[in-house]
């Protein structure tokens, strides 16, 4: 499932990134990488804010939902 139907303080596992190449390389310099955890920390209109590799990281809706869990 996406990383927008993730519930908050809840940790998954990445399971796969999609999208275009350069859209995942994005991603993956953000930190997110298929294996990875990731938390959301919360939620506002759909944004994301999660915490990745230690780090708090806001994303988009349509970048979240590359994301899969």
């Given at each position: 499932?996406?990383?927008?139907?993730?519930?908050?303080?809840?940790?998954?596992?990445?399971?796969?990134?999609?999208?275009?190449?350069?859209?995942?390389?994005?991603?993956?310099?953000?930190?997110?990488?298929?294996?990875?955890?990731?938390?959301?920390?919360?939620?506002?209109?759909?944004n994301l804010i999660v915490n990745v590799k230690d780090t708090?990281?806001?994303?988009?809706?349509?970048?979240?939902?590359?994301?899969?869990?």
């Amino acid at each position: 499932m996406p990383l927008t139907f993730a519930d908050v303080g809840e940790e998954n596992q990445i399971r796969k990134i999609g999208g275009k190449p350069e859209v995942r390389a994005h991603l993956e310099n953000l930190g997110f990488v298929t294996g990875g955890r990731v938390t959301v920390i919360s939620t506002m209109g759909g944004n994301l804010i999660v915490n990745v590799k230690d780090t708090r990281v806001a994303i988009s809706k349509e970048m979240a939902g590359k994301i899969m869990i």
